[in-house]
């Protein structure tokens, strides 16, 4: 999103945006399907008006370990106390940002993994950001 935020927002520079820090320790796949309404988004973003919808998928032929850790609840109240950080206005009268969710958990043990390579990773979390205009 953040590239496409600057591409919004400067389309006369060749900007990049910088990777945060877990971006250069994961691997992120970003797409922006409409970036006409980024700035929409962040304003929603920026006076606290979010919306989250989230559900945790947890291993079906391992066992599952990501209860031991944490609950989705802990996740949720985690991001939204990060989103109240950045709070820089009160609400406005812009639609909410809905922000849908899911934390995965890889199945290491399912028969359709093919490679090493597919079992090297914990789970992984997928956000999708909505807003109506």
Do not use: W
């Amino acid at each position: 999103m953040a590239n496409e935020a600057y591409k919004y927002f400067y389309p006369n520079y060749n900007i990049r945006a910088k990777r945060i820090e877990c971006q250069a320790k994961s691997i992120t796949f970003e797409r922006i399907y409409s970036p006409s309404h980024i700035k929409e988004a962040i304003n929603a973003l920026k006076s606290g008006n979010v919306k989250t919808k989230y559900k945790m998928v947890p291993s079906v032929y391992a066992t599952s370990q990501m209860e031991k850790y944490f609950t989705i609840e802990d996740v949720n109240n985690d991001l939204l106390k990060i989103l109240a950080n950045h709070k820089k206005q009160n609400k406005a009268k812009e639609q909410p940002l809905l922000i849908d969710y899911y934390v995965y958990e890889n199945d290491v043990d399912n028969p359709g993994k093919k490679t090493e390579d597919a079992k090297k990773y914990a789970g992984y979390i997928r956000m999708t950001f909505y807003i109506k205009l």
